[in-house]
């Protein structure tokens, strides 16, 4: 079936350094969702991106979606404490009725 | 400041009881998603609905869970009887507005502890 894939699983880094993570769908995409979800919180949506080779940028974080739409990565510059959490990536299933999310990179950050 | 609303947000039961969660989806959406997450599996996809009607619940164990929408502005998800394995975080999710049709918006979440 349709799978979603998100490494690394864990990362954790010092304060100020940056952090990427990556999704890989088993099938082309009509767009991908991002989520973040804090400790003890729900998931929360951040972005969503629908053309080939796009990128978007939320002040230190910058959002792109691969050539081919398999696959996308979110990058985070000179992360913060308040970057703690967990980030999901998402695609829409082919019926396109439902989001099939990935299980997530949790982010730790020591200052 | 609309959101998601999850009912309760904690419940701590003994197994074979009956377990009910309800979620107030966001006024105007008209599609509601149900979640169960933990550490080993993540975030799986149990059921959702579109305008009221089940679209698909392939996602949950259907000898003892059941998903409903009685109306609109609620929707249930039972556990009978309940099981230990069964204790995870549980989230509904709603959307559907034409155009963030596709964006989820998450409840709080119930905790479930089956003793």
């Known amino acids: 079936g349709q799978q979603v894939m998100q490494i690394p699983q864990y990362q954790h880094v010092q304060e100020g350094e940056d952090f990427t993570t990556y999704c890989n769908s088993s099938?082309?995409?009509?767009?991908i969702q991002w989520y973040k979800q804090r400790p003890g919180g729900h998931p929360v949506f951040l972005i969503q991106?629908?053309?080939?080779?796009e990128v978007k940028k939320q002040k230190r974080l910058t959002f792109q979606f691969g050539e081919a739409k398999k696959n996308s990565s979110l990058h985070i510059t000179a992360t913060q404490t308040t970057d703690v959490g967990t980030y999901f990536c998402?695609?829409?299933?082919?019926?396109?009725?439902?989001?099939?999310f990935g299980k997530g990179t949790t982010l730790s950050v020591s200052s | 400041d609309a959101r998601v609303t999850q009912t309760p947000r904690h419940k701590v039961t003994e197994m074979g009881q009956e377990v009910t969660m309800r979620c107030q989806p966001i006024?105007?959406?008209?599609?509601v998603f149900w979640y169960r997450q933990t550490m080993m599996q993540g975030l799986e996809l149990l059921a959702y609905?579109?305008?009221?009607?089940?679209?698909?619940d392939s996602g949950m164990p259907k000898d003892r869970f059941s998903a409903e929408m009685p109306d609109a502005t609620l929707a249930t998800l039972k556990i009978q009887p309940s099981e230990p394995r069964d204790s995870a975080v549980y989230f509904c999710?709603?959307?559907?507005?034409?155009?963030?049709?596709?964006?989820?918006?998450f409840g709080a979440g119930t905790r479930l502890s089956v003793l």
């Open positions: 999710a709603s959307g559907g507005r034409l155009r963030t049709k596709n964006i989820q918006y």
């Open positions: 099938t082309t995409l009509s767009n």
């Open positions: 991106l629908v053309k080939s080779g």
């Open positions: 998402a695609g829409l299933n082919q019926a396109g009725t439902a989001l099939i």
């Open positions: 006024l105007g959406h008209n599609t």
């Open positions: 609905f579109r305008n009221r009607a089940p679209l698909d």
